[in-house]
């Protein structure tokens, strides 16, 4: 399994960010200005480090609800040693001027997400949806909750049925409610992960601690890494609370936490139980367990995987010294 692409760490942040850029403009919405502000900044930064370029805008519906609509948009972003895009044919705002501060998005069309992550490496993801839907909810400035839902992928690198993430600040303590799901995923091989091309299923709740540091971010008021930075410096972690996938026929269930160390790269470590027959041990986390199963092929066992200074190796609980090594990751930024 080689982690180097870090697809599923990069394109998610890129689409998160250019929302929650999105969601921090109700005050224009609101104002009757959006128009306008469109205008202004069209091809110039809207936020730190994030810069809105379209070719059309439009704007209806004031005062009583807000209809948006930009064509050929794209959200650059940049930070220090990376710096990605997202790019879609048709982008769409929607909400209402009065009660509950939440905001409808829809994106249409060719999706193109790119990036170059912190190695230099340069990486490119191009997809159409069935549909791309999500949904914003503003406290003040600031981001609380959002939802994103994406039916019907379909694309050479990847396509799939239904995948989905949702977040909320949590209401009683200093933390982020993480919540995601997919379904019938297709990886091509440049893309697969620890267990290989096909995943029929997966559910993942997590909690992202401390929330604090992430503010600024939630506002558009700071740099995507910076504010990781500063998250990782007051011990952020990210809990899983459930990891569950069925790759190929075997199931997986995961929990434990992980960081980000010194150097940027994740640190931390995972409780993973497997069953299941590995019929094509394409990953190289799928292959590292059927070494450590040879003498029982399909037997279900407890493995402790952790990862530090980028390297993934996995144990098996009862037998330590039977350990194996499944892969690397680099630097997140």
């Known amino acids: 399994m080689s982690y180097s692409n870090r697809l599923f760490l990069y394109a998610p942040l890129v689409v998160l960010l250019g929302l929650a850029i999105a969601a ?109 839907m999500a949904s914003a909810i503003l406290s003040g400035r600031r981001l609380v909750r959002f939802d994103l839902d994406l039916n019907g992928i379909g694309s050479r690198e990847i396509s799939g049925a239904r995948l989905q993430l949702h977040f909320r600040k949590a209401r009683d303590r200093d933390a982020i409610e993480v919540a995601a799901s997919a379904e019938q995923i297709q990886l091509a091989p440049v893309l697969q992960m620890g267990f290989g091309t096909v995943l029929q299923n997966a559910r993942l709740a997590a909690t992202l601690t401390p929330a604090a540091p992430l503010g600024r971010l939630f506002e558009g008021g700071d740099i995507w890494d910076r504010a990781l930075e500063a998250w990782r410096r007051k011990n952020g972690a990210i809990r899983f609370d459930t990891l569950e996938t069925n790759w190929n026929g075997v199931q997986t269930h995961a929990a434990g936490s992980l960081g980000l160390d010194d150097s940027h790269f994740l640190a931390g470590g995972l409780a993973l139980d497997a069953k299941g027959m590995m019929r094509t041990p394409e990953g190289r986390l799928a292959q590292a367990i059927v070494q450590l199963t040879k003498d029982r092929p399909g037997t279900a066992r407890r493995y402790s995987l952790s990862v530090a200074s980028g390297i993934v190796s996995l144990r098996v609980t009862k037998s330590p010294q039977m350990s194996a090594a499944a892969g690397s990751i680099g630097p997140l930024y």
């Open 24 to 132: 921090a403009l109700r005050w224009e919405i609101v104002s009757g200005g959006l128009e306008t502000w469109f205008r202004l900044h069209n091809g110039h930064e809207i936020a730190p480090g994030v810069t809105l370029h379209f070719a059309t805008e439009s704007v209806t519906g004031f005062p009583f609800n807000v209809d948006a609509v930009l064509t050929n948009v794209t959200f650059e972003v940049r930070s220090a040693r990376t710096s990605a895009s997202w790019h879609t044919d048709g982008f769409a705002m929607h909400e209402l001027t009065f009660g509950r501060t939440q905001q409808v998005y829809e994106a249409a069309g060719t999706q193109t997400v790119s990036w170059i992550d912190a190695d230099g490496g340069n990486h490119r993801l191009v997809f159409v949806p069935g549909s791309l």
